[in-house]
């Protein structure tokens, strides 16, 4: 029997296999640039080279070309074959190639010292310091208390996490996504069977209702639906109405904007359901339907939603008849700056009014979609904190996730990391989870990497290396394959003889059957590399709608006139995203669209509200919840409800660099950590 090994003896060993890791550190040799003398065949000065790849900035994996010279990437455009994205791309897919030459990135393995500082190391060092650690672990039996936490990867990337994980003896993988949209996914679940987040056709639909999903900036494939959007706005007969307390930039491209007191959007979808039922205008309804779903929004006439809303009832009534008569229509929720403890009962509100309306196979496909099945939810993320806390976890490896600081500051993850005896970052900034670990062996940027990348169903991109890595970086699934031999037999069995590019190109055999089997597979894998990967069209897959509304919460009427509180709204930034956009210069630089500020986030708050409260443009407010505080200056705007104040995401970095430290505030430090009950989200 294995005895359990605790924290003291495992900071014991880790002592002992680092003390000659330090001794050979040495600073950084001197580089000098050295000019062709004979330049490679394919290489004309002057005449640039452009390579097809994906981008990685978020998870919605748009096609990419890329702009070289002189082996040197300058550029990003959209690959207008790319099905996601069709040649378009947002600001942050611009700003990647500031990534790639970040003067803050990571040039070399690093390793804490006796005095608490992270020094450079060689490669060798590093991966010997990781080899035994590993090593010792597994040897004394405790391989599962090692945790890797990623970000989103797909395909070839997570299979192999998965499965070297496995040999090695460990099951705790969480991929961990600040914006995982576990409201939608539970939701769906319910009302349909599935957590796939569809297609949504936003061209196709005649009426656009949107309950705070900001898909023209962040929200799940803000460049897909921004394409889309254009082709609706095609034809000035149809109609967009957003539904939010902010008028975000999605708002501001709305026919009319409604204004609602935070947290209440599902007394509006239930009225408008009610609405709908009573006067006959549902489609495809079966008595027993009806019947089900009758008692759930027996006392949302228009009268009581206007009571908690605000909104007239003739409004009510007007919306939700103009909403059913439309052939098709297409609501939306699920939005981040709407995330509350009705979040789920609100998804499923609003699935409900696309059913009685007709809307799922017309304007909302299955089949079609994004699969975030393996993203864990944010009560799996404060799992993982109590594991750290309670000494479950001695070693965590971490690629390319930065948890404490998109996590919020009360749930403890500081605490909890600090109780970690040794851990990794496989990161090539040295953001805040990055700083705060023992080991850094820095991964190449997406533009110096091999990885394919699945953003929804029938699409897989690749990403290719489109230049030779600047700095002294290695790819981290490599770096695994690498260790795999002196860790364990298993590993040593499975991966020491592969590179990661002889791993992907062996599961894309499976797509070469599928896609083209009259082709060699060499030819196959070239022209996927060409054209940035391969797509097809993915079949619609048939759902049967099971209405969950029995039992739902009270919905309350929002903050009210309590000239003292305030809800808060926190929302994405649409440069930033959830903040790991904050070091890029050309993203801080950018005016955000509805306030015009730069390189800082502000409190919007109601100039009606800030007469109450005596509060001033410009002036530096603290916002103040029951869990905790920050300080920023005031936006006084009418593109806000009176009831609430509202913060971006993605400032107030303490680490990261020269671009993102010391600028603006984090809104997480106010927020409650406790997860919605319903989806963990």
């Known amino acids: 029997m294995s005895r359990r090994i605790e924290r003291r003896d495992f900071l014991k060993f880790l002592a002992t296999a680092s003390a000659g890791a330090l001794a050979a550190c040495s600073s950084e040799p001197a580089r000098k640039l050295i000019p062709y003398v004979v330049p490679p065949e394919e290489t004309i000065p002057g005449v640039s080279t452009w390579y097809k790849s994906t981008c990685r900035e978020c998870p919605a994996g748009c096609g990419v070309l890329v702009r070289t010279r002189e082996g040197r990437a300058l550029k990003l455009e959209g690959n207008p074959d790319h099905p996601v994205n069709r040649g378009a791309l947002c600001v942050r897919g611009q700003a990647a190639v500031q990534g790639l030459y970040n003067p803050d990135r990571i040039r070399q393995p690093l390793k804490r010292n006796e005095r608490g500082q992270l020094v450079p190391i060689t490669w060798e060092e590093g991966e010997r310091l990781l080899a035994d ?78 309950f705070g999903a900001d898909f023209l900036e962040t929200w799940v494939s803000n460049v897909a639906f921004t394409r889309d959007f254009a082709e609706f706005r095609s034809d000035l007969s149809r109609r967009f109405v957003h539904v939010e307390a902010r008028q975000s930039l999605t708002a501001a491209n709305a026919d009319e904007w409604v204004a609602i007191p935070p947290g209440t959007e599902q007394a509006l979808v239930l009225g408008m359901i009610r609405e709908i039922l009573d006067a006959g205008l549902a489609r495809n309804l079966s008595g027993v339907e009806v019947s089900a779903l009758r008692p759930s929004v027996e006392g949302w006439d228009a009268a009581n939603v206007t009571e908690v809303t605000g909104i007239p009832a003739d409004r009510v009534r007007s919306l939700a008849r103009e909403f059913a008569r439309a052939q098709p229509g297409l609501a939306l929720g699920g939005g981040v700056a709407v995330s509350d403890d009705n979040a789920t009962t609100t998804q499923i509100a609003i699935n409900i009014l696309n059913y009685i309306c007709g809307n799922v196979g017309q304007t909302i496909h299955f089949g079609q979609g994004t699969d975030y099945d393996a993203v864990a939810t944010y009560r799996d993320a404060l799992n993982l904190v109590e594991a750290m806390k309670s000494e479950e976890i001695l070693a965590a490896l971490f690629y390319h996730a930065n948890p404490l600081f998109t996590l919020p500051a009360t749930a403890g993850f500081a605490e909890a990391l600090r109780k ?3 851990k990794v970052s496989f990161a090539s900034y040295l953001d805040e989870t990055t700083a705060a670990c023992d080991l850094v062996l820095p991964d190449h940027t997406p533009l110096e990497r091999w990885e394919d990348y699945q953003p929804r169903a029938g699409v897989y991109g690749l990403s290719q290396p489109t230049m030779q890595p600047i700095f002294d970086t290695r790819a981290t699934p490599d770096v695994l394959l690498a260790l795999g031999g002196k860790i364990a037999p298993e590993l040593a069995r499975s991966f020491a003889s592969q590179s990661f590019l002889d791993y992907l190109r062996s599961e894309w055999r499976a797509l070469h059957r599928r896609f083209a089997p009259q082709q060699d597979f060499e030819s196959f894998w070239r022209q996927a590399v060409e054209s940035g990967g391969v797509w097809s069209s993915a079949p619609e897959a048939p759902v049967r709608f099971s209405p969950q509304l029995s039992g739902l919460p009270e919905v309350s009427a929002g903050a009210g006139n309590n000239a003292k509180e305030l809800a808060l709204v926190v929302y994405p930034s649409q440069q930033l995203f959830d903040g790991r956009g904050a070091n890029r210069p050309w993203l801080q630089e950018v005016p955000e669209a509805m306030s015009k500020v730069v390189w800082s986030n502000w409190v919007e708050i109601h100039p009606e509200a800030a007469r109450r409260l005596g509060i001033g443009e410009s002036d530096l407010l603290r916002v103040t919840s029951q869990r905790g505080s920050f300080e920023l ?41 406790k997860p919605e009950g319903s989806s963990g989200g």
Request: proline share 6%.
């Open 420 to 422: 970690v005896p040794f």
């Open 633 to 673: 200056p005031a936006h006084l705007t009418e593109g806000i409800h009176p009831e609430a104040v509202a913060v971006s995401l993605g400032q107030g970095h303490t680490a990261y660099g020269r671009y993102a430290e010391g600028r603006g505030a984090n809104p997480l430090a106010a927020l409650f950590p």
């Open 133 to 210: 650690t590993l090593r010792y672990l597994r040897y004394e039996k405790q391989a599962n208390r090692v945790a890797l936490i990623s970000h989103r990867v797909t395909g070839s990337l997570h299979k192999l996490f998965r499965e070297w994980l496995a040999a090695y003896g460990s099951r705790r993988y969480l991929q961990y996504e600040p914006f995982a949209y576990e409201a939608i996914r539970e939701a769906n679940r319910r009302s349909f069977g599935t957590s796939e987040i569809p297609r949504y056709d936003i061209a196709g639909a005649k009426f656009l209702l949107n």
